[in-house]
């Protein structure tokens, strides 16, 4: 089993960043990938961005590809979103998730961090 802690989030003003961390703890060792996930207020949940553990190869979603960086300190366990340039759409619940190997999706989940963006 793997366990995900978020933190990080707060409020900003637009044009502000923040930085979350997802702490992973568990069988770490069987992580095959991580992502973000955030959902607002009367929306449903979308990706964000993933990254793959050992490769560390990353794909985002459109909508905060050259904002957002997500990265991964495997010695850590731990998994970093950094948010720049952010605009009040960024506003939501931020969730950490994790694949593990020989699994079909995403296997674990975060209990969520709030990111609020005023304008």
């Known amino acids: 089993q793997v366990q995900l802690v978020e933190s990080g989030g707060g409020l900003v003003q637009a044009g502000g960043s923040l930085r979350l961390s997802c702490a992973a703890s568990g069988r770490t060792f069987s992580i095959y990938r991580m992502g973000w996930l955030r959902q607002a207020p009367g929306k449903e949940r979308e990706f964000v961005a993933t990254?793959?553990?050992?490769?560390?190869?990353?794909y985002y979603a459109d909508s905060v590809k050259g904002r957002f960086t997500i990265s991964r300190d495997n010695a850590k366990n731990t998994m970093f979103l950094q948010m720049n340039s952010l605009k009040p759409e960024d506003t939501a619940v931020y969730y950490c998730?994790?694949?593990?190997?020989?699994?079909?999706?995403?296997?674990?989940w975060g209990q969520g961090t709030q990111v609020t963006v005023s304008s």
């Open positions: 998730a994790s694949k593990i190997r020989g699994s079909t999706g995403y296997d674990y």
């Open positions: 990254i793959t553990w050992s490769g560390g190869n990353t």
